[in-house]
């Protein structure tokens, strides 16, 4: 089935520490996202990619970081510089072009500083 | 830069009842999208409804229609027949015409809708 896996559903992170989320689509899509998730807010985006090897700075990237090197990987480096990393991740992805492509989006992935 | 706002932090229906679910958005471009998303305890992102700009026809999906005012810059959810299964943060959304913005969406901050038995 196609579709768009973020993994892992639920992440621990030390206070200091770096870690990647990951997220996979098999659905052929150009264009992928990261939105990040607070209570009480709406999603915000971090980064984005249009194309392979190319990617661009969203709203809050301060402290994130991405990679584009293969179509269907998007993942999503939270470094220790972000000051508030507790949130609940979502990734996104979108066909290009044509005027009726949706975004289809992740499960999650739910990230805890301890 | 597009902003998008969603005033009613929570809402309640009764089963059965029709509840509407505002949304204003400010932007001056002529071509763009609005969505509204579903997002239940399950925290998937569903999309349930998409409303081109150009199109002056108000988009239907079941028991979900919009009421879109382009001049007032208003995209309101309408669910009729509320379910139990309706109950969940409701998400309004806006995606720029011009595929050079990345055609990122902006949100609101989300309406929880409750359905009361």
């Known amino acids: 089935d196609g579709g768009i896996t973020q993994s892992p559903k639920y992440l621990f992170r030390k206070e200091g520490q770096n870690v990647t989320l990951s997220c996979e689509q098999n659905l052929n899509h150009d264009a992928m996202y990261w939105y990040r998730q607070d209570p009480g807010q709406g999603l915000r985006l971090i980064y984005y990619s249009q194309i392979v090897n190319d990617f661009q700075k969203g709203d809050i990237a301060e402290g994130y970081s991405v990679s584009r090197e293969k179509k269907e990987s998007f993942p999503l480096t939270v470094t220790s510089a972000q000051k508030n990393p507790t949130a609940f991740y979502l990734c996104?992805?979108?066909?290009?072009?044509?005027?009726?492509?949706?975004?289809?989006f992740g499960q999650g992935t739910r990230l805890t500083v301890v | 830069a597009q902003t998008v706002t969603q005033s009613q932090p929570e809402m309640s229906v009764q089963e059965a009842e029709t509840v509407t679910l505002s949304c204003t958005y400010d932007?001056?471009?002529?071509?763009?999208?609005l969505f509204w998303y579903k997002q239940p305890p399950s925290r998937q992102m569903i999309l349930v409804i998409r409303q081109e700009a150009y199109k002056q026809q108000n988009a239907t999906e079941n028991r979900f229609s919009v009421n879109f005012q382009k001049a007032a810059k208003s995209f309101s959810l309408k669910i009729s027949d509320s379910q139990l299964g309706d109950a969940a943060m409701y998400f309004c959304a806006y995606r720029s015409g011009q595929e050079t913005s990345g055609s990122r969406l902006t949100f609101g901050e989300g309406t929880q809708l409750t359905v009361n038995p």
């Open positions: 996104a992805s979108r066909r290009s072009g044509g005027i009726n492509t949706e975004a289809f």
């Open positions: 932007t001056s471009e002529s071509d763009y999208y």
